[in-house]
């Protein structure tokens, strides 16, 4: 075919030969047109080029395009396009040379037909242009409008709209077949049938300016000689809520800058009137309603030609939104900053060549350092050990997460020490592109649990199940074998890249028969959430094991959190214990989403109602017990509110949709119940959670269940 896909939805599809042009004000602009442009030609089997100059840098460039290319690495790899800054090819050896960038592109070409791509697909940006080459430039550009005809080639060409004058920008038109500018927030196309079109531009230079100024996105503000304005664009009016006429003539400072920055306008005015510009300025602006907006000004000034300044012209962008999230974010890392630095796990952020970027405090006095010695150091120069390199490099090469229960280390400066114990994650956090950009290392010390579970293990047995219960990975299997019950379970996370979060789930055994069943919700998210979800799971097991009464563990888990945690972190948990003998589950439930149990004989739903507050939140709260009895065919349903806070516009899940689920799936095997659950809510929120979910079935066998799997 002879037409070509632009990728540009304002031009469509055109012909080989096509020679066209962009004005462009912000790298948006750019970014917005050539990497459709360059998408288009590498899916159209075209080699491509792209010339950069400022504002855009080549790597800027390349990070644009593999936003939209999720492939770009292949066609980098085999060679189909070429990003490359201006001065390696507009001005080799300091010098434009229209005659070798003309050879050049032919080469190129013929060069890519030979490899068997359809032709040549390019753009420069001409931002490098000074005035001496402006002449050079001008007739190499004619030349190229006379004879691309007689090529496979499409050549666009970018303008920087700060760098024109009306007269520059009717000679660009000109000598091209078209142009693409952003007019009222979208772009369009002025298409030039005849040369003659771009004189008119000239005359028209006043009005075209107008338009620019009133068509940007950007505030413009020009202020005369003594700081009076004399032009407002429209973005001004709909940020201020003052039309042109009524800001007109007035002093910039006195109508918009608010008290305390009066001063500090003035002098920035002061310095541009003195011929010190161009300069940078973020402050506030006072609108018409009384509200501060954030604006982050440039501003240069006009001189006429004895140097004195006549007009001074501010550019500015909002940033009241950029501003208040780089506030938000501040606090957040605050906030988790405190939380890892009063927790007793070890936690250490390093990069995928495992260099230590931060620790906090406890992984510092684990080793009796302070945790400014660990920064820019190897955690394998400190800690060398050889099956520990493995490990740590799979995780990096394939982005999964890696547990590990009651690992062994001797620290290598304090050999007197002995080997000590630890329960330890290595978790991967990945960047837009879905590589291992860093890693979390936590590790919790269970050195002596093992030790008294190693000695003490005919006479303190109990201490041997605390141990071996804080040796459990932070999401732990359900696979057990569990006499007239069958268990299955599944954690969720919202984002791809939050391997975990609050929501967790928890299995373990209590003795030959009886079985405990948990599942809780801790406030927060991120790492600050995971790392408190780690302490409270690690200590319910060590209370459930110390006694046989719910109420009485919860109890114990309040206290602690109370003590121990932050006054604003809390969790909800429910914790049931499972006599598999006599078929019934006593519980308690501290503020938790009330389970679900199905009556199969009586064919239907009851929930287990909450029987205290939320661990955490208040010292010396009580824990009320209930028992209930499971019988063949019966199933308890526990879940986390990400799966009733599933949404469609304003219909949420909810227990009842949770409850219809079971009911209708109760005959299922218990894996197929936990689809069947997933899959709904996933379904109601259009294919994806807005929180992370846990879920976990237990069914009391039938004499079918026990013979036949769904």
Same mark, same amino acid.
């Given at each position: 075919m002879n037409d070509r896909k632009t990728g540009i939805d304002v031009i469509g599809d055109v012909p080989w030969s096509t020679h066209f042009c962009q004005f462009y004000k912000t790298k948006q602009d750019l970014t917005d047109i050539l990497v459709p442009y360059f998408k288009a030609g590498l899916e159209s089997n075209e080699f491509c080029m792209w010339v950069t100059s400022e504002p855009l840098t080549v790597d800027e460039a390349e990070s644009a395009l593999r936003d939209a290319i999720p492939d770009l690495d292949d066609y980098l790899l085999r060679g189909q396009i070429d990003i490359l800054p201006y001065i390696e090819w507009y001005l080799k050896e300091g010098v434009f040379n229209e005659q070798r960038v003309l050879d050049g592109w032919v080469d190129k070409l013929n060069q890519a037909l030979a490899k068997g791509y359809d032709g040549l697909r390019l753009s420069g940006n001409t931002f490098w242009l000074e005035e001496a080459h402006w002449a050079d430039f001008a007739a190499y550009e004619a030349t190229v409008n006379s004879v691309i005809g007689s090529y496979r080639m499409l050549a666009l060409c970018t303008y920087s709209l700060d760098k024109c004058g009306a007269s520059e920008i009717a000679e660009v038109?000109?000598?091209?077949?078209?142009?693409?500018?952003?007019?009222?927030?979208?772009?369009?196309?002025?298409?030039?049938?005849?040369?003659t079109q771009a004189k008119e531009l000239i005359r028209k230079e006043r009005d075209f300016i107008s338009a620019v100024l009133d068509t940007a996105g950007c505030l413009v503000v020009v202020l005369d000689s003594e700081g009076r304005i004399v032009r407002f664009n429209c973005a001004c009016e709909q940020t201020t809520g003052c039309s042109s006429d009524q800001v007109k003539n007035r002093y910039f400072w006195d109508l918009f800058a608010i008290p305390e920055e009066a001063e500090a306008v003035r002098a920035v005015f002061a310095e541009l009137q003195a011929g010190r510009f161009p300069s940078n300025f973020d402050g506030y602006w006072t609108t018409r309603d009384g509200n501060r907006r954030v604006i982050s000004w440039s501003n240069t000034a006009i001189q006429d030609s004895s140097g004195t300044v006549g007009h001074v012209i501010a550019t500015g962008i909002e940033i009241t939104e950029r501003k208040r999230a780089e506030e938000a974010l501040r606090q957040t890392e605050q906030l988790l900053e405190t939380a890892l630095e009063h927790t007793h796990m070890l936690v250490a952020y390093m990069d995928p060549q495992f260099n230590f970027i931060w620790v906090n405090r406890a992984y510092a006095a684990a080793d009796e350092k302070e945790p400014s010695f660990f920064p820019g150091k190897n955690h394998f120069v400190l800690y060398p050990n050889a099956e520990n390199v493995e490990l740590f490099q799979r995780v990096v090469e394939t982005s999964q997460p890696y547990f590990a229960s009651a690992k062994p280390f001797e620290y290598p400066e304090h050999p007197g020490r002995g080997a000590s114990y630890w329960d330890w994650s290595l978790v991967p956090i990945k960047d837009a592109g879905g590589k291992v950009a860093a890693l979390v290392l936590t590790l919790a010390n269970i050195t002596d649990h093992v030790r008294a579970a190693?000695?003490?293990?005919?006479? /303190?047995?109990? *201490?041997?199940?605390?141990?071996?219960?804080?040796?459990?990975? !932070?999401?732990p299997s359900v696979e057990v074998e569990v006499e007239g019950f069958s268990l299955a379970a599944r954690y969720r996370a919202a984002l791809e890249e939050a391997e975990v979060g609050g929501d967790f789930y928890d299995v373990f055994r209590l003795g030959d028969r009886r079985l405990a069943l948990v599942i809780g919700d801790v406030s927060g998210k991120g790492l600050g959430a995971a790392v408190?979800?780690?302490?409270?799971?690690?200590?319910?097991?060590? /209370?459930?094991? *110390?006694?046989?009464?719910?109420?009485?563990?919860?109890?114990? !888990?309040?206290?602690?959190?109370?003590?121990?945690?932050?006054e604003e972190l809390f969790v909800t948990i429910f914790y049931g214990v499972l006599d598999t003998a006599a078929r019934t589950l006593t519980y308690a439930n501290a503020g938790h989403d009330e389970p679900l149990l199905y009556d199969c004989e009586g064919g239907c739903t009851a929930r287990l109602e909450v029987t205290g507050p939320a661990s955490g939140v208040i010292p010396g709260g009580a824990y009320a017990e209930r028992t209930i009895e499971l019988s063949p065919g019966d199933v308890l349903l526990l879940y986390t509110d990400g799966i009733t806070d599933a949404r469609s516009g304003l219909h949420f899940f909810g227990i009842d949709g949770l409850a219809e689920i079971l009911a209708a799936n109760s005959s299922r095997s218990e894996s197929c119940i936990v689809d069947a659950v997933y899959q709904a809510a996933i379904e109601l929120g259009e294919g994806d959670l807005g929180d992370d979910a846990a879920v976990l079935v237990l069914k009391a066998k039938t004499l079918r269940d026990s013979g036949s799997a769904d």
């Open positions: 038109v000109g000598n091209h077949q078209f142009a693409l500018i952003m007019r009222e927030g979208k772009w369009g196309v002025i298409e030039i049938p005849e040369y190693q000695q003490l293990r005919d006479s /303190y047995e109990r *201490e041997r199940r605390i141990a071996e219960t804080l040796q459990k990975s !932070l999401l408190h979800t780690a302490m409270a799971r690690y200590m319910l097991r060590a /209370y459930a094991h *110390e006694s046989a009464e719910p109420g009485r563990v919860l109890q114990q !888990l309040n206290e602690a959190m109370c003590t121990h945690v932050p």
